[in-house]
């Protein structure tokens, strides 16, 4: 498996475990696939996110056939009932189940506003005043856990935590990161 890093952004171990259910499982619910290899790597709460390539490339073949106004109009109807539903979360067990399932709709709207042309006009201006109005709503639910409870130094992998140098997972995994790959016959270099 061959990896590419995505980003780097400040994140506790609960909400990589968000994260990572709800790119994996629950997108699949939404679009037929997920991430379900997302290598997380943290040092002092700082998490590195490397996607599996062949699992991004997958996705975006998908999504470009599923993206349409009434897919569109779904999403976007199921993430405001789901921030609807914020004031009722008062346990860590409540705060993970919605963070897992306003992940699709994250994971699809940081998508289209990388490749615009996926979407029509009329669901880019849609995608804006979504974005405008919400762009807090998954830092407010967060903010509702204490983090300082959470480990700060470990990897995520499928589901798993684990205790151990990259390096040394990667080669007692076969996996490999790369500085560049072939993207929409482009090559990306990160």
């Not at 914020?86 to 963070?99: A, G, I, P, Q, Y």
């Not at 849609?126 to 480990?151: C, G, M, N, P, Q």
Request: hydrophobic share 35%.
């Amino acid at each position: 498996m061959v990896h590419k890093k995505c980003l780097v952004r400040e994140c506790s171990l609960f909400d990589v475990k968000a994260w990572h259910e709800g790119e994996s499982t629950e997108l699949k619910k939404w679009i037929g696939v997920g991430f379900f290899n997302h290598i997380f790597q943290s040092e002092k709460g700082l998490v590195t996110l490397y996607y599996d390539i062949d699992e991004a490339n997958n996705f975006e073949k998908v999504l470009d056939k599923k993206l349409t106004e009434k897919f569109f109009d779904k999403l976007c109807h199921n993430f405001f009932e789901l921030i609807d539903q914020e004031e009722c979360v008062d346990t860590e067990e409540k705060v993970f189940n919605l963070s897992v399932k306003i992940w699709p709709a994250l994971t699809i709207f940081d998508e289209i506003s990388k490749y615009p042309e996926w979407a029509t006009h009329s669901m880019l201006r849609r995608l804006i005043r979504v974005k405008t109005s919400t762009e807090s709503f998954s830092y407010k639910l967060s903010a509702k856990v204490d983090h300082s409870k959470y480990l700060k130094d470990y990897l995520f992998f499928k589901g798993q935590l684990i205790r151990k140098p990259l390096n040394r997972f990667l080669e007692e995994n076969s996996l490999t990161i790369c500085s560049k790959y072939v993207q929409n016959n482009k090559i990306i270099l990160s």
